[in-house]
């Protein structure tokens, strides 16, 4: 059962433009939802997090936005840059002091094109 | 920042061999640290967790006598895999908590394990 659902599994986007992805979950158990950028051969970095207590989260181009009814949460990238191209992840956890291991989504592969 | 060294970053290994891998915490005490694994193009899947001085607890599937995890100390987890075959062949990744009210997982680098 997967308990992280994540959308979509490839996305190519214009220099310039904006990228979301999107992930759903079904544990109410969660309570932090991190995004992470992977880069080929690379362990994932941290990107932004939030917590269900607020619904959205903004730092430089990255935000995210959060809706604790629907279950599910979205990362937005602002004036995307070939730079950003990248393989993204959602994950949460039960645990946002860092107990419980984070369940990942299954990535999506960002192309941002110049 | 939060800093996690993984070594090695790559291993090629005989089948039926053990390979170790290592994981530090340089900079904070890790009072959590979990094991991963990515296969190519796939997700990371937890493998383990580990807790400084305790017996790890491994995720439905994952063989405990195959993967051996050692989290001797507050900076330092090893995984071990014992009689590597093929299908072994993976990225393992881990990370570091400090738990507390400082949310976050610091991840390493990752080790690329090929088995011939």
């Known amino acids: 059962q997967q308990q992280v659902k994540q959308s979509p599994q490839s996305l190519i986007v214009q220099k310039g433009g904006i990228s979301i992805i999107n992930c759903a979950y079904e544990?109410?158990?969660?309570?932090?939802f991190p995004w992470y950028q992977q880069f080929p051969g690379k362990g994932p970095a941290l990107l932004i997090a939030?917590?269900?207590?607020?619904s959205e989260k903004k730092e430089g181009r990255f935000t995210i936005s959060f809706n604790k009814s629907a279950k599910q949460f979205s990362l937005h990238i602002m004036d995307s840059q070939p730079g950003d191209s990248a393989t993204y992840f959602c994950?949460?956890?039960?645990?946002?002091?860092?107990?419980?291991?984070?369940?990942f989504g299954k990535g999506t592969h960002l192309i941002i094109q110049p | 920042g939060a800093v996690v060294s993984q070594h090695p970053s790559w291993v090629i290994c005989k089948s039926g061999t053990s390979v170790k891998i290592e994981c530090r915490s340089l900079?904070?005490?890790?009072?959590?640290m979990f094991w991963y694994r990515q296969f190519p193009k796939q997700s990371l899947m937890l493998m383990a967790t580990?807790?400084?001085?305790?017996?790890?607890?491994?995720e439905q599937g994952v063989e405990k006598d195959k993967f051996l995890i050692n989290h001797a100390s507050l900076t330092l987890s090893t995984l071990t895999v014992t009689s590597a075959h093929p299908e072994d062949s993976s990225f393992y990744i881990c990370?570091?908590?400090?738990?507390?009210?400082?949310?976050?997982?610091?991840f390493g680098s990752g080790t690329r394990l090929t088995v011939v």
């Open positions: 990370s570091a908590s400090s738990g507390g009210t400082n949310y976050g997982y610091t």
């Open positions: 544990n109410t158990a969660f309570d932090y």
């Open positions: 939030i917590r269900p207590d607020v």
């Open positions: 994950a949460a956890s039960r645990s946002g002091g860092g107990a419980d291991g984070l369940t």
């Open positions: 900079d904070f005490q890790a009072t959590t």
């Open positions: 580990s807790n400084e001085g305790s017996k790890a607890t491994y």
